[in-house]
């Protein structure tokens, strides 16, 4: 298993995709200089985010790039494998690779791909990865990387065949459940959405609004009835017992009060989300008032 240091928090975001590369470049250099050790940049509908990730670890010295996540479906194995390794040989130790399988929709209906069997084909994926060929200079073995993992089969897989799971959209007992089925070495990363508001019926408004498309994936709303949400709960924007449960709201205390729960239940990294009202908006802001309490 590789060891790859995440940092204690880091920043979760898609807002990069809104604004002009060079302009995430500048983004990237100012959460850099405010601390945050990590960047989690997501692949859906946008950049490449290999693209993304050379130009933002071109234009930082310090600052670890991961994607939050690489889709598989989108390239085969050999490539992903030797991007991978090509951008560790250019950053040695700052890029982390996260793969998933994604969402049906994503698969099937955008990429025109089979979506039948996605755990099956992660398992070969990461065989036919391992497998691949790379004659240039680099390293020969696949470096650091992580799964988005839900279920116990796919949490099982990210501590078996990679080196630990960065799961999304997941209420704390989430981490806690995640800890035990990967052991104590593998990396566990969770996302943590937050609002950083304390009029409550604003900040349950904004969370609503950031929530939306990830009720209607039957990936997440399968993997929140394992704790006890029930289709009531995901009807109509999520009840306030599941906002509540996904997305932290509040102060600064309120924010670092749920990255700390993560922590107690056992995850070694956790990546924060900052919501706005409109997804376009850059929140830095936020990311300042938030980076000497989570650091």
């Known amino acids: 298993m ?14 990069l995709d809104t604004v002009p590369s060079a302009e995430a470049q500048e983004i990237a250099g100012r959460l850099e200089a405010l601390g945050f ?16 990730a050379t130009r933002l670890l071109s234009a930082t010295s ?36 996260g793969l998933g399988v994604s969402h049906e929709h994503l698969v099937d209906r955008v990429r025109h791909h089979d979506y039948s069997k996605p755990y099956s084909r992660m398992v070969s994926y990461l065989d036919e990865m391992d497998a691949a060929l790379f004659m240039a200079v680099g390293p020969q073995q696949r470096p650091a990387t992580v799964l988005a993992a839900l279920g116990p089969k796919m949490l099982r897989l990210s501590a078996d065949k990679a080196d630990g799971a960065h799961p999304y959209f997941v209420p ?6 995640a800890r035990e089925i990967i052991g104590p070495d593998a990396i566990l990363a969770p996302e943590q959405m ?8 604003r900040a349950l408004e904004t969370a609503r609004k950031g929530m939306a498309i990830y009720l209607r994936a039957p990936n997440y709303v399968n993997n929140l009835k394992r704790y006890g949400f029930t289709d009531d709960d995901v009807a109509d924007g999520g009840s306030e017992r599941l906002v509540d449960a996904i997305v932290a709201t509040g102060d600064v205390a309120a924010i670092a009060k749920r990255v700390d729960d993560h922590f107690a239940a056992g995850a070694n ?22 980076a000497s309490a989570l650091s």
Not at 269 to 290: K, S
């Open 2 to 15: 590789n060891h790859f240091d995440l940092g204690r928090v880091g920043i979760w975001t898609g807002v």
């Open 62 to 97: 310090t600052l670890k790039i991961a994607t939050g996540i690489a889709n598989i479906y989108a390239r085969d194995a050999l490539t992903m494998a030797n991007t991978q390794r090509s951008l560790e040989e250019a950053f040695p130790g700052r890029f982390l690779l």
């Open 194 to 201: 937050v609002v950083l508001d304390t009029d409550r019926s």
């Open 172 to 177: 704390v007992e989430h981490t806690a459940q």
């Open 37 to 52: 050790p990590t960047l989690w940049i997501p692949e859906t509908i946008g950049r490449d985010p290999f693209i993304t």
């Open 269 to 290: 990294h956790v990546c924060v989300q900052v919501l706005t009202e409109n997804f376009t908006d850059v929140p830095e802001g936020a990311w300042r008032d938030l």
